[in-house]
């Protein structure tokens, strides 16, 4: 019996696979290409930008910090591969005045035409217990990783429609696929993003425009290391069991998911959540233990 329902669920997947090719949009071509990519000057984004401009794209990098962002054009420079390839910086809020996203969008697209590819990458973390979390940062985290995606998605996508083409991106997280302990914060502005995305892609398919999401475990980052600052240690146990990550991987990954859309659903890990609940509980009973320890003592 479970070898006939095995054998059914390999079918089925292999099914999956080998009509895949034929329910996705064509590649899209980096080669030439404008690609935007907010978060640019950091990180995983940062990655992102290199790992398109060695396919040979044209790049807008967005962020708040002129000197990071100029220092980061230097290393995206580096990886050319031909001498007419263009780096853009512009320095913005992406999360506060709408009009202000629409109008550096819209000088990029002046300076270096349409934009063929958005990548959301802009977005800050933080973790530490609910009730510790100070109220003004639950705001500030749907601001920036939450609006600070729908702005500059807005801003491009009216052209895209016209021109039925183009590919958008948003970067949110494993966080973004289960709620975990220290998270309640930054959780609730990656789930978001799920919500934007699978909306969004439901109305853009008939325009030839593909939304993708990235669900990054963590990874090697300024922004990880600012983080792990005030991480507790619930959040570090659980985190750990998926490891740390490179940027240059996640970006070799979720580049090749947007140009290459294969459209199948990824799958939470719920098996995951049993042993987190455990460390959890591992955890306050130790804090227990040696609490009352020092009592003794
Ligand atoms: N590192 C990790 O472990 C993981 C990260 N992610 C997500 O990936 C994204 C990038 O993370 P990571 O590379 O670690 O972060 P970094 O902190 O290293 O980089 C963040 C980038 O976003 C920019 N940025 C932040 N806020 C704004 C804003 N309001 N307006 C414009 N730009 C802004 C920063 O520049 P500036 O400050 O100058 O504006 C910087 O370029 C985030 O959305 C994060 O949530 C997802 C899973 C794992
Ligand atoms: C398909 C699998 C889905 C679920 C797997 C569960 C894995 C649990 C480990 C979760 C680690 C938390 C990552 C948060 C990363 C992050 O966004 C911050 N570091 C940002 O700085």
């Given at each position: ?16 696979y080998?009509i ?22 950091s ?6 930008a ?8 044209f790049?807008?990098l967005?962020?708040?910090d ?5 220092q980061?054009?230097?290393e ?11 780096v ?13 996203v629409?109008?550096v ?84 502005s ?18 030839n ?13 300024p ?9 507790p ?5 659980i ?10 991987q ?33 955890c ?14």
């Amino acid at each position: 019996m479970l070898l006939v329902v095995a054998a059914f669920i390999v079918a089925f997947v292999l099914l999956l696979y080998m009509i895949s090719p034929l329910i996705s949009p064509k590649p899209l071509k980096l080669n030439g290409a404008h690609v935007v990519v907010t978060g640019g000057s950091s990180g995983i984004g940062k990655s992102i930008a290199m790992e398109c401009y060695r396919q040979g794209a044209f790049i807008t990098l967005v962020a708040r910090d002129e000197s990071k962002l100029v220092q980061a054009k230097k290393e995206v420079e580096k990886c050319a591969i031909n001498d007419k390839q263009v780096v853009l910086c512009i320095s913005v809020d992406v999360s506060k005045d709408y009009g202000q996203v629409e109008s550096v969008i819209k000088q990029c697209q002046e300076k270096l035409g349409p934009v063929d590819m958005l990548v959301n990458c802009a977005g800050t973390s933080f973790s530490g217990k609910f009730e510790e979390v100070e109220v003004e940062r639950f705001r500030s985290l749907m601001e920036v990783n939450y609006l600070g995606s729908v702005y500059p998605t807005r801003a491009v996508i009216t052209t895209m429609k016209e021109r039925r083409m183009g590919r958008i991106m948003f970067v949110s997280s494993q966080a973004g696929q289960i709620g975990l302990f220290g998270y309640t914060a930054y959780s609730p502005s990656k789930f978001a993003l799920r919500g934007l995305a699978e909306s969004l892609q439901m109305e853009m398919k008939p325009y030839n425009i593909y939304v993708t999401i990235a669900y990054p475990p963590d990874t090697d980052t300024p922004g990880l290391a600012e983080e792990n600052r005030t991480k507790p240690l619930e959040t570090r146990l659980i985190s750990e069991t998926s490891g740390v990550t490179q940027p240059e991987q996640v970006a070799k990954t979720v580049v090749k998911d947007a140009i290459v859309t294969m459209g199948l659903f990824r799958t939470v890990a719920l098996f995951y959540l049993g042993s987190f609940d455990s460390i959890v509980r591992r955890c306050m009973i130790e804090r227990e233990q040696s609490k009352a320890a020092d009592k003794r003592e």
